[in-house]
C-alpha cells in the first residue's frame, strides 16, 4: 500500500481555519499565546465539541483527520466515534499551533488529494466579519472563498450544518 493511500482518510476536519500546512503563516505569535486563546474556557463551550462529532455522523472503522488540530480538542472526541478499528489523525503544521497559513488555494487541492473515496472534507469557521479577525481580513476565509476553494479542488458542498449562530459548518465530497 502507498503512503498516499494509507493516509487516505474518509473525513478532513478542519476547524476553525480552512487550512493548516504550508510554509507561509499568517497571523503569527507565540505559541503560549495561541494556546490561551485555543484552550480558553468560552472558545472550547462554543466549539460545541461533541454536537460537532455527533453531527459528522462518524462510523466505526473510517480514518478522520483534524487538520489544524491546533492545541487538539478533538483529539479524543474523535478516536473515540471512530472506535478501536478506526484511525485518527491530528495534525497541526508545528509544535507553535500557529493555524493561520498562507497558499490557502494550493493546500485545499492537496488536502482533496489525500482524500479517500466517499471522503468528506468538513470546515468550521468564522463568518465574515463576525470572529476573532474581523479586523485582519487575509485571516478570514468567507463562505464565498471556501466554495471557490473547494470547487477549485474538484469539491462540492454537500451540507451545511446549522450549528451555530457565528460560525459555518459546511461539508464537501467530491464530484
Do not use: N
Amino acid at each position: 500500500m502507498t503512503r498516499r493511500a494509507r493516509l487516505a482518510a474518509s473525513v478532513f476536519i478542519v476547524f476553525v481555519s480552512t487550512t493548516a500546512g504550508v510554509a507561509a503563516q499568517l497571523g503569527s505569535r507565540p505559541a503560549e499565546e495561541w494556546i490561551k486563546t485555543l484552550d480558553g474556557p468560552q472558545r472550547v463551550a462554543a466549539l460545541r465539541i461533541d454536537d460537532v462529532v455527533a453531527a459528522l455522523k462518524l462510523q466505526p472503522g473510517q480514518t478522520v483527520a483534524d487538520v489544524g488540530a491546533g492545541s487538539g480538542l478533538f483529539s479524543t472526541p474523535l478516536p473515540r466515534a471512530v472506535g478501536p478499528k478506526g484511525r485518527a489523525f491530528a495534525v497541526e503544521i508545528d509544535a507553535g499551533v500557529l493555524h493561520h497559513v498562507d497558499g490557502r488555494d494550493a493546500y485545499v487541492k492537496t488536502l482533496a488529494g489525500y482524500l479517500a473515496p466517499g471522503g468528506r472534507v468538513v470546515v468550521v469557521d468564522y463568518e465574515a466579519g463576525v470572529g476573532p479577525h474581523r479586523s485582519q481580513p487575509d485571516l478570514e476565509v468567507s463562505r464565498a472563498q471556501l466554495a471557490a476553494m473547494m470547487t477549485a479542488a474538484g469539491l462540492y458542498e454537500v451540507q451545511d450544518v446549522k450549528l451555530f449562530s457565528d460560525k459555518y459548518f459546511l461539508i464537501f465530497a467530491r464530484r
